[in-house]
């Protein structure tokens, strides 16, 4: 009967079990973590397991009247002020993402109503589902808490105060006045006394400057000792200083302000050559020719932006200024043109400098614009400016040259239809360089240093002879979403590296296969245009032999192109870049390398478009995308500079010094040439020394002696 009841329970054990397995594999994803507090607008979360088929839902939470508890998890999705993304990182990973769609700044006295009516701004409780389906599988709740942004309405000062010196203007003009509020009893300076209060005390204020004497005389000072109790030792130990002194004077002052007066001198002034009106020195503001401050937009020390921030000599910084776009921007600084900002600015050496401006098109918006997907009726504001870099460079104290570099941009703005809140975020930055602008960085003297840019030039015929202007040499550079950059990554000598981007192809151009592979060549060409190799790390652009020629391998112009519909081969996607150097020798202890050869070829691959399902070839709209890569490999000569191998070294390798640790050759080795710690006549004198001491040492040792014994008896 026993046997049969544990079958009984075994099998019902069983059973538990296989339902608890089977609803864990139906139920196989977590967030991680499964409950967040937030304080601020944006917030992450992971779900892991199994997501396919998973779809997220967002709900706004709140109490039950009845029960005082949350609601059971459902699949309903609510309309709340926050923006749910995902993002797939990984086979079984899922980035969760939510953002505030609403302003933080506190409402003020204007009709605006997207802002905050009180301090406490967010006060909710989220859950994001993830469902199967109808069934929720897991669940994040997130409670929010978030208050409003708060500016200080007027810009901060960021003025110091300046102590003087005590010595021409006492820092206290009364000591005394030690109660704030309330009179000090006997100090007559104190001006929180009333006139009947001084009558009281007005003959016994306290002496010294401005009634300063508040302490008892220390036992140290020399005046606090009588004649009758002083030791001996005391006029050899003891302060002098005067009784007027205080704690808040000093032990040393000297009871009154000096006026400082230029003493006569009988010697000839030394005239010194006159100064220019603008001389700049660390932390000095920059002026323009117009005696104006050279203004920049800056963050302020609480984050606020300021347009109208001066900028400073030698003072490198990075700033960052959000704005809610709601229209077209108009004017500075976010509208902004070459004229505008060619400034002349002073270059504290009596001169004046341009600004030298260079425009770029941003290709990737997202570090600078965060907005809702864009939407037809929105407003598009052109040449916005993004970015303002500028590079000072200075010599002494002056500047030689000012570069801008200004970062342009189409950006999306609300409309009267779509009344959305776009935040762009306009980035500057201010960097100091010492020297020349025409001066470029060399990567070693003289030879490469492991790390340094590789330098290329590209041949200039001008009337008084032919330089060399410096390009670098590019490998590709993805940006965010993979699209390949307008600049390349510069190549780095000693590192060997591969890069790649993605290039869009549409089904057109696979219908032209020569016009596509010879775009593509065009492409590989443009990265990098250096058509010479510096040999050494600091070539002279006027000296040619300082120069190599870059050998390119020419692709088989025979080689078809075309394979059928949607496919091309013989694509140059590939570029791969080849440097031989060798060491030339060692300085202060780094190997100096020079560059004997560059070879750049180009290896062709297929491309075909992937039709899919269905017909969709036929439509020659399609868009795809398709990989380019370039590579860079350095390779090492080894130049073996050494003598010959003899016949014995070949021959009896167990005497080889090279390839033993024992090196017999080597036992009588400060006696022979090839010892240059001492002079050789210096070193043949003490090993004839040696030689000596050995030689007396077994004439007068006990083997000799017996060799004399021996040598007698035989004569005997």
């Known amino acids: 009967m026993a046997n049969i009841l544990s079958a009984r329970v075994l099998c019902r054990c069983a059973y538990i079990l296989l339902i608890v397995l089977i609803t864990d594999a139906k139920s196989n994803v977590v967030f991680q ?37 949350l609601p059971t998890p459902s699949c309903s999705d609510d309309l709340t002020q926050w923006v749910l993304t995902q993002e797939l990182v990984g086979k079984t990973t899922v980035r969760v993402q939510l953002s505030l ?73 009364c000591p005394c006045d030690l109660t704030v509020g309330a009179c000090d009893v006997r100090c007559c300076c104190d001006k929180d006394c009333s006139p009947e209060a001084l009558k009281l005390f007005q003959g016994q204020c306290l002496s010294g400057p401005f009634g300063g004497e508040v302490s008892p005389v220390p036992d140290y000072v020399c005046i606090a000792q009588s004649a009758e109790n002083a030791p001996d030792w005391f006029p050899f130990l003891c302060v002098i200083s005067l009784p007027e002194n205080n704690p808040f004077l000093g032990l040393f002052y000297e009871g009154d302000t000096i006026t400082p007066k230029p003493r006569p001198s009988f010697q000839r002034p030394v005239l010194s050559a006159p100064l220019p009106t603008h001389i700049y020195q660390q932390g000095d503001p920059i002026f323009t020719i117009s005696d104006q401050y050279f203004t920049i937009p800056q963050n302020s020390l609480v984050g606020q932006c300021v347009n109208n921030a001066p900028v400073a000599f030698l003072k490198n910084f990075q700033a960052q200024c959000v704005t809610r776009l709601l229209s077209c921007p108009t004017g500075p600084p976010l509208q902004t043109t070459p004229t505008e900002l060619r400034v002349q600015v002073w270059d504290g050496q009596g001169g004046v400098v341009t600004v030298d401006v260079m425009d770029k098109m941003a290709v990737d918006l997202r570090p600078f614009v965060a907005s809702p997907v864009a939407e037809d009726g929105r407003l598009l504001c052109e040449n916005v400016t993004l970015a303002l870099d500028y590079k000072f460079f200075w010599k002494g104290n002056g500047l030689t040259n000012i570069t801008l570099t200004r970062t342009l941009g189409n950006v999306l703005s609300a409309s009267v239809s779509l009344p959305l809140t776009v935040g ?154 080849h440097v031989r150097s060798i060491v030339t020798g060692v300085v202060g202890g780094l190997p100096q390398r020079e560059i004997q050869a560059v070879e750049v070829s180009d290896h062709v691959s297929t491309w075909k478009f992937e039709c899919g399902g269905g017909d969709p070839c036929l439509q020659l709209t399609g868009i795809q995308t398709f990989p380019v890569t370039s590579s860079i490999t350095f390779t090492d000569i080894s130049i073996n500079t050494g003598p010959a191998k003899t016949r014995f070294q070949m021959n009896f390798t167990e005497y080889d010094c090279d390839r033993n640790d024992v090196c017999w050759p080597q036992l009588a080795f400060p006696l022979t040439r090839y010892y240059t710690g001492e002079s050789y006549s210096l070193s043949l004198a003490k090993g004839l020394i040696l030689v000596f001491f050995f030689i007396a040492a077994s004439v007068l040792g006990t083997p000799w002696k017996q060799i004399r014994q021996a040598w007698r008896s035989a004569s005997l």
């Not at 973590?33 to 779900?47: E, K, N």
């Not at 002879?465 to 390949?484: E, F, M």
């Open 33 to 69: 973590p499964s409950y967040l507090v937030t304080s601020g607008p944006r917030l992450s979360a992971f779900l892991l397991g199994n997501t396919s088929g998973i779809s997220l839902t967002l709900s706004s939470l709140s109490l039950s009247n009845a029960s005082g508890r």
């Open 101 to 173: 769609n609403r302003s933080l700044l506190l409402c003020g006295n204007n009709n605006d109503t997207d802002c905050c009516p009180e301090p406490l701004c967010v006060l909710e409780t989220l859950r994001v589902s993830a469902c199967l389906g109808n069934a929720p599988q897991a669940s994040l709740l997130i409670q929010a808490r978030i208050y409003a942004q708060v500016f200080p309405t007027e810009p901060v000062s960021d003025n110091k105060s300046v102590i003087p010196n005590q010595v021409y203007r006492p820092l206290g003009s």
């Open 424 to 577: 762009l975020t306009a980035r500057y930055s201010v960097v100091f360089l010492n020297g020349d602008a025409l001066a470029q960085p060399n990567s070693g003297n003289p030879g490469y240093q492991v790390g340094r840019p590789v330098i290329g030039g590209i041949v200039d015929t001008l009337e008084n002879g032919t330089v060399i202007q410096r390009t670098p040499v590019n490998l590709w550079k993805p940006v965010s979403s993979g699209l390949c950059a307008s600049e390349g990554r510069i190549v780095l000598f000693g590192e060997n590296s591969t890069a790649g981007c993605l290039l869009p192809v549409s089904l057109q151009n696979l219908t032209q296969c020569s016009l596509l592979s010879q775009n593509v060549a065009s492409l590989q060409r443009a990265l990098s245009t250096a058509t010479h190799i510096a040999r050494n790390g600091d070539p002279d652009v006027l000296n040619l032999t300082d120069w190599l020629n870059i050998s390119f391998v020419e692709l088989n112009s025979n080689q078809p192109v075309g394979g059928g519909i949607g496919i091309c081969s013989g694509i140059p996607s590939h570029r791969h870049i």
